[in-house]
């Protein structure tokens, strides 16, 4: 089995309890935000194109739904990066604790319900298209990176994984 070596930022390059990411990760999610945002805002707001469901249901239902999704997205990211990079573990581990004993990739899931969120608004359905390739996008960076993980913990990260599930709080059968 090839061992590969996650990218860390320089930031944390000293940090021996960090695996490390996709190297194009955070240039690919702020590509995919960009747009996100420039799909959104000109369905939304400008042209109009896809946003004809709002008529069905009411800003009354859809708004406060937004802010809850949203203010769960928030507070799952910043738990996550918190524990992550708040924390320096004297031994490099998994870590099971937190949001990571809801699901492994609670950042990841963070990010995916922020633009949940803001679909909820508009209702604009070519947002709802981007959003999928924007979810397909942290499946695979979710992958390579349990890969990495696999490969430094092994056995440990391999029962974790049965434990708990990748993106969404619950245990599907497979």
């Given at each position: ?21 996709y ?12 747009i996100?945002?420039?799909?959104w ?40 990066l ?11 581990q ?18 995916i ?46 029962e ?15």
């Open positions: 089995m090839k061992s590969e070596k996650g990218h860390l930022r320089k930031s944390h390059q000293h940090r021996g309890d960090l695996t490390g990411e190297a194009f990760g955070d240039m690919g999610q702020l590509i995919l935000l960009v996100f945002l420039i799909v805002i000109a369905d939304s707001f400008a042209f109009k194109y896809s946003t004809f469901l709002t008529q069905y249901l009411s800003n009354y239902i859809r708004v406060p739904i937004a802010l809850i999704i949203l203010v769960i997205s928030g507070l799952l990211a910043w738990a996550g918190k524990i992550v990079f708040g924390e320096t573990r004297e031994e490099p998994v870590i099971t604790t937190g949001v990571f004993s809801i699901v492994r990739h609670p950042i990841y899931l963070g990010s319900l922020l633009y949940l969120g803001f679909i909820l608004l508009s209702l604009s359905l070519l947002s709802i298209l981007v959003w999928f390739v924007i979810i397909i996008f942290y499946y695979m960076i979710s992958r390579y990176e349990e890969k990495l993980l696999t490969q430094r913990f092994g056995s440990i990260y391999e974790y994984k049965k434990k708990v599930p990748m993106l969404l709080p619950i245990k599907l059968p497979y």
